[in-house]
């Protein structure tokens, strides 16, 4: 393997690794989002019908009710979800780009130089989700206008 070649399945191998730890850290925190959301909603009727005193029928129902509402809350504005599939998504079309390049099919296959056209491709393909991912991210203007000039609306 010559050292353009290395730099081109490095260079790709490096972005697999990228996208591979994002949508890992994305699962992760949609997965323990949808565990406290469940844990929290199914105890709450435990706490207030079986607790006997104040800070068992009322205090741990609070707590648990406001940390539902708050990883409910999270996985809405954030979508880490969404993110999770867009990054394992991009992480398993770059792995299938250095499979054709390894064994030099698809574009691969009849290409001059296939070093160049494997860091042309990851390339498009960082710069794919990076468009995907813009729309997820929440920004102000995504929230309703007339809330933003009067926030007396809201009630």
Request: charged share 25%; hydrophobic share 35%; aromatic share 10%.
């Amino acid at each position: 393997m010559s050292s353009e070649e290395k730099e081109a399945t490095s260079y790709c191998q490096e972005k697999i690794e990228h996208f591979k730890a994002k949508a890992a850290h994305n699962k992760a925190e949609t997965l323990w989002c949808f565990r406290l959301i469940m844990i929290s909603t199914l105890l709450v009727p435990l706490f207030v019908g079986l607790g006997t005193e104040v800070w068992i029928s009322k205090g741990v129902p609070s707590f648990l009710s406001g940390l539902a509402a708050f990883c409910t809350a999270w996985i809405q504005l954030r979508k880490p979800q969404e993110l999770w599939t867009l990054y394992r998504t991009t992480q398993r079309e770059l792995e299938d780009q250095l499979t054709q390049f390894n064994y030099r099919f698809g574009d691969y296959d009849s290409s001059d130089d296939t070093n160049k056209l494997l860091a042309q491709n990851v390339a498009k393909l960082t710069l794919q989700t990076h468009h995907k991912w813009m729309p997820i991210v929440p920004s102000p203007d995504k929230f309703p206008s007339d809330l933003k000039s009067d926030p007396s609306k809201a009630e």
